[in-house]
T-cell receptor, first 114, second 114 residues
């Protein structure tokens, strides 16, 4: 059973470009969470999605950031018009149900904005 | 919202010496507690977790943590560290009835000195 997969592992963008980060949850998991880790900080929750629904986006910046988890395919975190402050590691986690006692984390995507 | 405090940002320790990494949380509600380990340029791996029952939980590689409800703490300990334990350690909390997100501390960088 493959773990949570994220791609790309490393992404370099210039200011103003768009960044798309993908997350495939573990098999059988329909709940996905995105976290951001800024340099020398802990992980901060961004958004929680179930298939085709955003359940909690309380941690998402109000502008430029969006997330989706379509019926088919991976979850996508999209950052439009990236700025240097968006440089961070973005981690995806998945769980088999809500109110879970465990979240399984992917290896992360390290975004660098030049 | 939860607050997780890891007071020690960096902990250097000699090989085979004991170590304690401290974690305190703010919750007044029932929580699940976790320690994750992050090796350089890798994702988070679950080290151990407290869900219920015995307040002392152990990992397969010799770490243990004790849930102390009165002090709202979940300190991580190991009686004898190895070079391979060098990594970043994150304490995390989720709320039992609304566990949609994990709240992470800022991390403790453990460096084992030969």
């Amino acid at each position: 059973n493959a773990g949570v997969m994220q791609n790309p592992r490393h992404l370099v963008r210039r200011r103003g470009q768009e960044a798309r980060l993908r997350c495939s949850p573990m098999k059988g998991h329909s709940h996905v969470y995105w976290y951001r880790q800024l340099p020398e900080e802990g992980l901060k929750f961004m958004v929680y999605l179930q298939k085709e629904n955003i359940i909690d986006e309380s941690g998402m910046p109000k502008e430029r950031f969006s997330a989706e988890f379509p019926k088919e395919g991976p979850s996508i975190l999209r950052i439009q018009q990236v700025v240097r402050g968006d440089s961070a590691a973005y981690f995806c986690a998945s769980s088999p149900r809500q109110n879970t006692d465990t979240q399984y984390f992917g290896p992360g995507t390290r975004l660098t904005v030049l | 919202a939860q607050s997780v405090t890891q007071l020690d940002s960096q902990v250097p320790v000699f090989e085979e010496a004991p170590v304690e990494l401290r974690c305190n949380y703010s919750s007044s509600v029932s929580v699940y507690l976790f320690w994750y380990v992050q090796y350089p340029n890798q994702g988070l791996q679950l080290l151990l977790k407290y869900l219920s029952g015995s307040t002392l939980v152990e990992s397969i590689n010799g770490f243990e943590a004790e849930f102390n409800k009165s002090q709202t703490s979940f300190h991580l300990r190991k009686p004898s560290v190895h070079i391979s334990d060098t990594a970043e350690y994150f304490c995390a909390v989720s709320e039992k009835n609304t566990g949609n997100q994990f709240y992470f501390g800022t991390g403790t960088s453990l460096t084992v000195i030969p």
